[in-house]
């Protein structure tokens, strides 16, 4: 459904920044600080996208709810 679209894109970068974080972790070059620095980022970003997922599902849940007291089905 077109509804969830937006959901199953947070969704992919929400798995792109965990590989992010997996390859960050395993990367020589970088001290243990600029590690720590770089995921902490990186979950940051993760966390600010839940929220937006949250939130698009909260508007949905109220969408169809107030379309079903107008007898309307989603």
């Given at each position: 459904?077109?509804?969830?679209?937006?959901i199953?894109?947070?969704?992919?970068?929400?798995?792109?920044?965990?590989?992010?974080?997996?390859?960050?972790?395993?990367?020589?070059?970088?001290?243990?600080?600029?590690?720590?620095?770089?995921?902490?980022?990186?979950?940051?970003?993760?966390?600010?996208?839940?929220?937006?997922?949250?939130?698009?599902?909260?508007?949905?849940?109220?969408?169809?709810?107030?379309?079903?007291?107008?007898?309307?089905?989603?």
């Amino acid at each position: 459904l077109e509804t969830f679209a937006p959901i199953k894109g947070i969704a992919e970068a929400i798995r792109n920044q965990t590989a992010i974080i997996h390859i960050t972790y395993k990367r020589p070059d970088l001290n243990e600080t600029e590690k720590r620095q770089l995921i902490d980022a990186t979950y940051y970003q993760m966390l600010g996208l839940s929220q937006q997922g949250l939130e698009l599902i909260r508007q949905f849940e109220e969408d169809n709810k107030q379309l079903k007291s107008e007898g309307i089905e989603k």
